[in-house]
């Protein structure tokens, strides 16, 4: 599968609380290259999580993703809005605990290297909630990230329909804000609340 720009920023955006992503300011032309809207829902029964649970995940995922061309260079920046709740339920003890992710991500720089690369600096900022049972609110980590991503543009530095992720470069602003998760194992989290 083919890594595009857009689904790297997605795929971080999801899979970090801080994620990941792209983002960007408006040019004072024309319409933006690209503007979605997306809402997904599933739901899937996994066995052996976290090693022995049996668990239903639910997720809701929706949000909103707008790429513009900015700068006199005519680079592309991203933006996207994400908002994910996703819902672990113990299948054994029907106790369930619940992880609400809202992100917000944009690029703050795009530098055209001139070796067929871009280096891309996203701020993403946001927070993780963590809900027990009951509704209770258990663990709290908002806060912001600065971090760097290599993409190929494909010979194209202004076309980004043909750019492919290449490499995360790392953080180059660590998290502030509050970190209740740090240092807590997810597993041992999820069964400590739903055991």
Do not use: W
Not at 56 to 85: C, M, Q, W
Not at 155 to 167: A, K, N, V, Y
Not at 169 to 193: A, N, P, Q
């Amino acid at each position: 599968m083919r890594i595009t720009r857009r689904s790297c920023a997605l795929a971080l955006a999801s899979g970090l609380t801080a994620a990941t992503i792209v983002m960007a300011a408006t040019p004072a032309v024309a319409k933006p290259l690209e503007r979605v809207h997306f809402d997904e829902m599933t739901s899937e029964v996994v066995e052996n999580f976290c090693g022995d649970l049996r668990v239903r995940i639910d997720t809701d995922a929706h949000g909103s993703f707008l790429f513009n061309f900015h700068g006199p260079n005519g680079l592309g920046y991203g933006a996207e809005k994400l908002h994910v709740s996703t819902t672990y339920t113990n299948l054994t003890t029907g106790k369930s605990m619940t992880e609400v992710q809202s992100t917000l991500s944009k690029d703050l720089k795009v530098t055209d290297n001139g070796d067929g690369t871009l280096t891309l600096l996203v701020l993403a900022t946001g927070s993780l909630k963590v809900f027990g049972p009951d509704g209770e609110f258990l663990f709290n980590d908002p806060g912001q990230v600065r971090f760097e991503l290599l993409i190929d543009h494909g010979g194209t530095p202004t076309d980004p329909s043909d750019d492919e992720f290449l490499e995360f470069l790392g953080i180059v602003k660590g998290s502030t804000g509050r970190s209740d998760l740090e240092g807590r194992d997810f597993c041992d989290v999820l069964h400590e609340v739903t055991g």
